[in-house]
Structures are given as structure tokens and as C-alpha cells.
């Protein structure tokens, strides 16, 4: 397996943890009753636990644009130092995320977006 | 193809099924004229709880998906395919085919039982293709 592969394979990885952690988070506030039902009336989520669910949904649309991009580079056999690069910084600026979300620290969590952001739209330029 | 792109292909055509039956309900409940428009202000009627619960089930799927698309390619192109995996797809599939009925019939706590198999048989795959 390629490592940009493998990068794509850990950065599931991250965002299947985000989604645990954000169910685990939202448990002590909406209630283990309210969660295993069919959630007829919507609850919000507030604190903490609402950043962690904020950070997994932003995760999933990170990860449907990600995926797409390692698999067309992959698919023209463009891999390169390069693209490596972008991977890797990818998958850190994504765990950083995950981290600051959390924190609720302004800035420096839209910053690592933004790299997440920006080597996702590396890769596809490598790929054309 | 491998066998997890079978079942990639099944559960594409099992959301698109999915999303189709909540179209035919949010129709239903909203009518055509809502439903057809740019939508620039919320339905003067609600969706039923049934269309909610099939409206719900259909955007959790999406990010289902999305993770099981990855953990099955990631397999392939990595040559990891095995019994173990091959056998995670197809529960995989088979949960989510359950979800549909016990998140509309609001099976408690079968709903969420039936996401945690899901969400391990994609764990698995993902754990699979990185050893």
C-alpha cells in the first residue's frame, strides 16, 4: 500500500475517533435514553460536547474531499515527494483540529483547517 | 473487483434507494410546490416523524458511507483482502440495511445496537488495510 494510502487509511482512523468521542461527549448531557431512541425532537448541544460533534461533522466533509484526491493520484500513479507532503500535512493539520476544536481555541483551530484545506486542493492539482 | 467493492456497489444503490423513499415521504408531507422550490423559507407544514426519522437515517448513512468507501478501497488497492474483511463488508451492508426499518420503526435500543456493528465492521477493515 502506498503511503499516501495508508495516510488516507489512519485519517478514517481519526475520524472514526472523532465520532466516538463526540457520541461518548454528547451522552451525560442528552441522556443514554435520548441517544439509543429515535430522537423525534432535536436537542441541542451545547459546551464542549457541541464543539466535539461541530469537529467530527467537519471531519466527514474533510474525508469526502480527501478521499476522491488520493484516489485520482493513485489512479495516475502521480505520486511524488510531493503529494507525500500534502498527505502528511493533511492528516497533522487534521489531528491538530480535532484537538483545538475541543479547546475552543479560535484562530489557531481555522488555521489548521485551512492547511487541511489547502493540501487536499494540492493534491488534486497533482492529480491533473 | 473485489468482493468489498460488490458490496461498495450495493450499499451506493442502497443509499440512493434510501434517499428516494424519504423524497417520496418529504413530498408527501410538504407537497410538490415546496418541495420543487428554491426552499427559501422552512415548510409551512412539518416533516411527519416517520419522514424524519427516514430523513435522519439517509444523512447518517451519507457519513457511513463515506468511511466504508474509504475502508473498502483502501483494502483493495492494497491487496488486504481477506476473509475477515470480505466478511466486514457484508455486515456491514446487512446493518445498514437494518437501520432503515429500526430507525422508522424507532427500535430502541436497536437502532443504535445495529450503527455500533456498522461502525465496527468499518473499524475492522480500516484496522485490516494498515497491518
Given at each position: 500500500?502506498s503511503n ?19 457520541v ?10 435520548y ?27 474533510a ?6 484526491a ?59 | ?41 422552512p ?33 483493495t488497492?492494497?491487496h ?11 455486515t ?40
Amino acid at each position: 500500500m502506498s503511503n499516501e494510502l495508508s495516510i488516507l487509511a489512519l485519517y478514517g482512523l481519526l475520524v472514526l475517533v472523532q465520532i466516538l468521542v463526540h457520541v461518548l461527549a454528547a451522552t451525560p448531557p442528552l441522556g443514554l435514553p435520548y441517544l439509543v431512541g429515535p430522537r423525534d425532537e432535536p436537542r441541542e448541544l451545547t459546551g464542549v460536547p457541541g464543539r466535539c460533534k461541530r469537529a467530527a461533522d467537519n471531519a466527514v466533509v474533510a474525508l469526502a474531499l480527501f478521499a476522491p484526491a488520493v484516489l485520482l493520484v493513485q489512479a495516475r500513479g502521480a505520486f511524488t515527494p510531493d503529494t507525500l507532503l500534502a498527505a502528511r500535512a493533511f492528516l497533522l493539520a487534521r489531528l491538530a483540529y480535532a484537538v483545538l476544536y475541543p479547546l475552543g481555541l479560535p484562530w489557531l483551530r481555522t488555521l489548521a483547517w485551512l492547511v487541511g484545506f489547502i493540501a487536499t486542493a494540492c493534491l488534486y492539482f497533482a492529480a491533473l | 473487483m473485489t468482493p468489498e467493492l460488490t458490496v461498495l456497489a450495493l450499499a451506493a444503490l442502497l443509499q440512493m434507494a434510501q434517499l428516494a423513499l424519504f423524497a417520496a415521504f418529504a413530498n408527501r408531507d410538504l407537497g410538490a410546490g415546496y418541495t420543487t422550490s428554491a426552499r427559501d423559507r422552512p415548510p409551512s407544514r412539518p416533516l411527519s416523524i416517520l419522514s424524519g426519522r427516514l430523513q435522519r437515517a439517509v444523512t447518517n448513512h451519507f457519513e457511513g458511507l463515506i468511511l466504508f468507501t474509504i475502508a473498502t478501497l483502501t483494502v483493495t488497492l492494497g491487496h488486504q483482502s481477506t476473509a475477515t474483511t470480505q466478511t466486514a463488508a457484508w455486515t456491514y451492508l446487512g446493518a445498514r440495511l437494518l437501520y432503515i426499518p429500526a430507525y422508522a420503526f424507532g427500535l430502541r435500543p436497536w437502532r443504535s445496537v445495529i450503527w455500533g456493528v456498522g461502525f465496527f465492521a468499518t473499524l475492522t477493515m480500516i484496522l485490516a488495510s494498515l497491518i
